[in-house]
Nanobody
Framework: VQLQASGGGLVQAGGSLRLRCVLSGSVMRIWNMAWYRQAPGNERELVAHIAVGGDTKYADSVKGRFVVSRDKLIDALWLQMDKIQPEDSGVYYC?????????WGKGTQVTVSS
């Protein structure tokens, strides 16, 4: 399984970004998918999770601003980020998990200017 995240960049506070993660080597419909982020000096933290069945959960800090979705037909995972804040800066990683298996992609950098 390979994951490739994209869509990061430099954005002003209050702006929007849409991150994309493409899965290859398997089919996304069998994997629980998630977005994590890691800021310098901080541990990697869960941002948003979408289960195989479609249930979603979010970190409290992004609730109401970020939306995670998936397109099983093209094996893509999305993270719509609105009302972005400086504390949202970091490297964003997508993750695929199934039982004891977990796969990570290379991250995409999000930098928010105030």
């Amino acid at each position: 399984v390979q994951l490739q995240a994209s869509g990061g960049g430099l954005v002003q506070a209050g702006g929007s970004l849409r991150l994309r993660c493409v899965l290859s080597g398997s089919v996304m419909r069998i994997w629980n998918m998630a977005w994590y982020r890691q800021a310098p000096g901080n541990e990697r933290e869960l941002v948003a999770h979408i289960a195989v069945g479609g249930d979603t959960k979010y970190a409290d800090s992004v609730k109401g601003r970020f939306v995670v979705s998936r397109d099983k037909l093209i094996d893509a995972l999305w993270l719509q980020m609105d009302k972005i804040q400086p504390e949202d800066s970091g490297v964003y990683y997508c993750n695929a998990a199934l039982f004891d298996r977990s796969h990570w992609g290379k991250g995409t950098q999000v930098t928010v200017s105030s």
